[in-house]
């Protein structure tokens, strides 16, 4: 019964997701002759290698916790359970990965305090690549030297993130007291291990898959004529708008609030049609990119199950 409604749950998912591509590819039709689709199409596929990192990253936050999963299995569960993002409510995706992290043998305390620690990394991650919007902005009135290049580059954010994770790893009262805000908002356990250097690589690696997003985004901007946005500000920009859906609370994977704010920030690089043509697209690429992924991890999933079987079943036919 359980798996029937599993499936069922993930079909449905899937049927949204697929409705959501369906309408975006509507809205976009009027200026797809205008688009580079080639640009377009390597945008997809980098965003396909980027679900799966940004999934197995899961494992090296799991790692910090003190529990060794392999990053393939946890790529798997991740991505399937993430399926559930788009099921109304907005919460089905994070209790589903917690729940089907039995599948990599971790328990519900470890789970849920393995979720608190990346959604805490993520959005802090993700806070430093929006302030590069700022700099960005900034850096362009200012005169070539090293440090309006800095500026420019969007790089001081970044160095100060750096230090403060540092600081966590290598000074003893700033970890003392990052310890101890950290065990107000996550879960704890007896079980729980900490390992500032797999959080420290949890992080570096989600910094990187952020750096990688805004770049595909920059890419997606790219292939639409009419706009014209500096990667250093694309960055930003992703970083903005990330933020933005995923504080939109009990809104399906973001959907709409994400493009909104994309939209309105790229307007400021471009004409209007040209910026709201750019936020469905580059949605539309990561629709695309989701269900390619969920795809391949399902059939991944399905291949393991059968080699599974296939002793036990030869062992009832002997």
């Known amino acids: 019964m359980k798996k029937a409604l599993k499936t069922i749950a993930l079909l449905a998912a899937v049927c949204i997701a697929v409705f959501a591509l369906r309408t975006m590819g509507a809205q976009v039709a009027g200026v797809l002759a205008k688009i580079n689709i080639p640009l377009a199409l390597l945008a997809v596929a980098g965003l396909t290698i980027y679900q799966f990192l940004n999934a197995g990253t899961w494992s090296a936050v799991f790692a910090g916790l003190g ?5 393939g299995a946890t790529a798997r569960v991740w991505i399937e ?7 109304p409510g907005g919460i089905w995706g994070y209790g589903s990965r917690v729940i089907n992290a039995r599948k990599l043998g971790i328990e519900l305390p470890i789970a849920s305090a393995a979720l608190a620690t990346e959604l805490s990394i993520t959005v802090f991650v993700w806070f430093l690549t929006a302030l590069w919007i700022l700099p960005t902005t900034i850096g362009h009135d200012i005169t070539n030297s090293a440090l309006a290049w800095i500026a420019a580059s969007g790089v001081l954010p970044w160095i100060g993130g750096c230090v403060a994770v540092l600081s966590t790893m290598l000074i003893p009262r700033v970890r003392a007291a990052f310890g101890s805000i950290l065990k107000r908002f996550v ?60 504080f939109a609370i009990g809104v399906p994977g973001g959907i709409g609030v994400r493009e909104a ?16 043509a750019a936020a469905v697209v580059f949605r539309a690429t990561q629709v695309m990119a989701e269900l390619i992924a969920l795809g391949a991890s399902l059939f991944m999933s ?10 036990h079943d030869s062992a009832i036919s002997d």
């Open 81 to 87: 359970s993430e399926s559930m993002k788009w099921l």
């Open 261 to 276: 704010a994309l939209a309105g920030l790229l307007a400021w690089h471009g004409t209007m049609e040209a910026s709201i």
């Open 67 to 71: 529990k060794k999963v392999p990053f």
């Open 187 to 246: 879960p704890q356990s007896k079980d729980v291990k900490w390992q500032p250097r797999s959080l420290f690589y949890a992080f570096f690696s989600y910094a990187l898959l952020c750096l990688a997003n805004g770049t595909l985004l920059w890419l997606v901007t790219l292939s639409i004529p009419g706009l014209s946005l500096p990667w250093a500000t694309a960055i930003g920009v992703g970083g903005v708008a990330w933020l933005a859906g995923f």
């Open 302 to 311: 399905w291949r393991i199950s059968c080699n599974h079987q296939l002793p």
